[in-house]
């Protein structure tokens, strides 16, 4: 108890000279706290805003807790097959959505059409709105709803009606001040009835994600369609358990449609939401790891400041130095003070460039719409950072005044 009760005592003077030493010297410990700083807000708030962006790209994705399956020409997240070869490929068909609409396991299939297009409403334009033809299933892969008015029915798809539902953005922009439902619009010239308008969505795009109008994919077909555009196509699976088994039946159903022989590699790819979502964050853990390279840097630099002021202290205290050393303060003793000294100068600048970072990270996640995430693991490793940079680069001050000779060092005054 007596030698922790010593030792606390050592680290709360060491801490209390620390203060002193950034009191007395404002600017130079300034700028050593704001170097630590720079490099630990870089940091947090960078690796705060990609949690936030993962944490959306993941519910984007994979539709929150709806599991589904991605339909391409290629395996686009391997890279394996060039353009040529998409290029040789056949495209998907919505016959091909209607077929795998039969398979065990499949609660639905999106089809999706898309294109920019004009839309008139009287004398008002909405210029640059994303036309999208697509189905039921819309709703649920996006995790959208209806705020005013009601979607469109499978009658009314069948029927390839002239109906069309607003995304926010292009409701407000087309009718202002007035209820659009039941509204009559124009597309590129044809007329098409509002039959509801969608709710406001929180993405990362922000306004521009809620630009668009959804019409049933058949008018799209019939009255948009360029010549040779494919459907995407994505398939809804009853839950995760049945992905595989689902992902195995859709396979071997194309592969039958599309005549491939048997011991020929498939034409076509089938893709988890899953599996983009790990290539996804493969990608950011990527960008995590060459931000602690960078952040590293600036607290490098940091750090060389805090031995330059350490060296200036040692040299303006030696005189005290030597008393310490003359009534028995040991070497041990004295480098611990110092190394105690940078690692809280350090600390400081840690602490303050943890809460910037938050700070950063909160702002732009509002801004840019995507969800806050404190990652509490990253608190730590910043702590530790910055503690462990006054420590490393304390170490060469701290030595030089522990090997002072007390009569050397009290001629010193």
């Not at 970072?357 to 969800?371: D, E, M, R, T, V």
């Not at 950072?385 to 009290?410: C, D, N, Q, T, Y």
């Amino acid at each position: 108890p007596e030698s922790w009760e010593k030792i606390r005592a050592q680290v709360y003077e060491a801490m209390r000279q620390a203060l002193i030493t950034l009191r007395g010297n404002r600017m130079r410990s300034g700028l050593v706290i704001l170097g630590v700083m720079i490099g630990v807000a870089s940091l947090m708030g960078m690796v705060a805003i990609l949690s936030g962006l993962e944490r959306f790209i993941a519910t984007s994705i994979t539709g929150g807790e709806t599991p589904f399956i991605i339909l391409a020409k290629t395996d686009f997240l391997s890279g394996e097959s060039g353009h040529k070869e998409w290029e040789k490929r056949k495209n998907f068909t919505t016959d091909d959505a209607l077929a795998i609409e039969t398979v065990n396991h499949v609660r639905g299939v999106l089809v999706f059409y898309g294109r920019g297009v004009v839309v008139k409403y009287k004398e008002r334009k909405a210029q640059a709105i994303q036309l999208i033809g697509t189905n039921q299933p819309f709703l649920q892969v996006n995790n959208i709803s209806i705020a005013e008015g009601r979607y469109i029915t499978p009658f009314e798809q069948d029927h390839r009606r002239n109906l069309v539902v607003l995304g926010d953005k292009s409701a407000r922009s087309l009718f202002p001040y007035e209820d659009p439902v039941g509204k009559h619009i124009r597309i590129e010239g044809k007329e098409y009835d509002v039959l509801g308008v969608f709710d406001k969505r929180k993405t990362i795009f922000g306004g521009l994600a809620d630009n668009f109008i959804a019409i049933p994919y058949t008018s799209f077909e019939r009255d948009f369609l360029w010549w040779r555009q494919p459907p995407e196509i994505r398939v809804i699976v009853e839950g995760k358990p049945f992905l595989d088994q689902a992902k195995e039946d859709i396979r071997a159903l194309l592969r039958m449609r599309r005549k491939v022989p048997i011991g020929q590699p498939d034409d076509f790819a089938v893709v988890t939401a899953d599996a983009v979502l790990e290539f996804t964050q493969s990608i950011t853990d990527k960008i995590v790891l060459a931000l602690v390279v960078l952040s590293s840097i600036a607290l490098m630099v940091g750090g060389i400041g805090v031995m330059v002021i350490m060296l200036v202290s040692v040299t303006e205290r030696t005189a005290e130095i030597g008393v310490r050393k003359a009534i028995g303060a040991t070497r041990g003793q004295i480098t611990w003070q110092f190394l105690i000294e940078a690692a809280t100068l350090s600390g400081i600048g840690g602490l303050l460039g943890i809460l910037a970072g938050i700070a950063g990270a909160l702002f732009f996640s509002k801004l840019l719409g995507f969800p806050f995430v404190l990652p509490i693991g990253w608190v730590f490793v910043a702590v530790a950072m910055s503690a462990g940079v006054g420590l490393f680069f304390g170490i060469f001050p701290a030595r030089k005044a522990a090997k002072l000779h007390p009569i050397e060092a009290l001629r010193h005054e």
